[in-house]
C-alpha cells in the first residue's frame, strides 16, 4: 500500500470514498485528460493546492455541470479535502495528491481549463526560498497554454512581497490582462467560501490581495 492510502486508511476516510475522489496521475501517461478524468466534455476548473478543501466542495456542489479537480501535496490535507467531499453531492470533483510545476502542467492538455484557481500559495517568505514559489515567469508561460480562449486565473495572496512579484510576473506576459485596474482587489473572490488560510491570515491582520487574470493566447 503506498503512503498516501496508508494516510487515509489511519484518518478513516472509506475506502469507497478514496477510490471515488482520488486520481492517480502516473495512470494517464503523457495526458491527464479530463474527458477520461471526468468522463463528459464539461468545462473544468483546478484548483492548486486545495488545502483542507473547503472551496473546491462549495463550488462543485453549485456547480454540478462544471468539473473541479484538485491538486494538493500534502498526504494530511488530502485526507481532511475527502472529509469536506461528499460522493453524491461533489460527484463532480477529482483529487490528485502531487506537486503541481511545469512537469505536472506539461500532463494537462492544452487549451483545457477554464479556470485556475490558486488561494494562498506557499509564500516562502525568505529571499533564499522565493525559488521554490509557485509562481515565476516559467510557470506562467506554460499555464496560458492550459487555459482556454478567455479562461481565467484566480490569485490571492497575504504575502505582500509575493503579491508585488505574482503581479510583476503576469504584467510582464502579453497572454494575461488583469481584471483589476490596480492589479488586484481586496474584496474575496467567494466571501460565503472562506478558506482556511484566509481566515487565518485575516484573523492576523493579514488582509490578502485578490488577483484576476483573462488569458488572450489565441
Ligand atoms: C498556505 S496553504 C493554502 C491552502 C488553501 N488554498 C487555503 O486557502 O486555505 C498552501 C497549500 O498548497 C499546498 N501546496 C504547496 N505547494 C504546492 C504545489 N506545488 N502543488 C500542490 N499543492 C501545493 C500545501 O500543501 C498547502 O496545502
Given at each position: 500500500?503506498?503512503?498516501?492510502?496508508?494516510?487515509?486508511?489511519?484518518?478513516?476516510?472509506?475506502?469507497?470514498?478514496?477510490?471515488?475522489?482520488?486520481?492517480?496521475?502516473?495512470?494517464?501517461?503523457k495526458s491527464l485528460s479530463f474527458k477520461?478524468?471526468?468522463?463528459?466534455q464539461n468545462q473544468s476548473v483546478l484548483e492548486i493546492g486545495c488545502g483542507r478543501g473547503e472551496l473546491i466542495s462549495g463550488m462543485s456542489e453549485a456547480n454540478p455541470q462544471t468539473n473541479y479537480l484538485g491538486v494538493e501535496l500534502s498526504l494530511k490535507r488530502?485526507?481532511?479535502?475527502l472529509r469536506n467531499l461528499d460522493i453524491n453531492q461533489n460527484s463532480n470533483?477529482?483529487?490528485i495528491n502531487s506537486k503541481v510545476d511545469i512537469n505536472f502542467l506539461s500532463l494537462i492538455p492544452d487549451f483545457s481549463l477554464q479556470k485556475v484557481i490558486i488561494l494562498h500559495p506557499d509564500p516562502w517568505p525568505k529571499k533564499k526560498h522565493h525559488k521554490n514559489r509557485l509562481i515565476n515567469q516559467t510557470f506562467l508561460?506554460?499555464?496560458s497554454n492550459k487555459l482556454t480562449g478567455s479562461g481565467q486565473v484566480l490569485i490571492s495572496t497575504d504575502d505582500h512581497n509575493y503579491?508585488?512579484?505574482?503581479?510583476?510576473?503576469?504584467?510582464a506576459n502579453d497572454q494575461y490582462k488583469s481584471q483589476y485596474e490596480h492589479g488586484f482587489t481586496r474584496a474575496p473572490f467567494w466571501p460565503e467560501l472562506p478558506t482556511h488560510f484566509e481566515v487565518k491570515m485575516i484573523k492576523k491582520g493579514f488582509y490578502p490581495y485578490y488577483m484576476k487574470y483573462l488569458v488572450f493566447n489565441h
Open positions: 500500500m503506498d503512503k498516501l492510502h496508508k494516510v487515509l486508511n489511519n484518518k478513516n476516510i472509506p475506502q469507497l470514498k478514496q477510490r471515488f475522489f482520488l486520481v492517480d496521475s502516473q495512470n494517464y501517461g477520461d478524468i471526468f468522463d463528459n488530502i485526507a481532511s479535502i470533483v477529482r483529487i508561460e506554460m499555464l503579491a508585488q512579484v505574482i503581479m510583476e510576473c503576469f504584467a
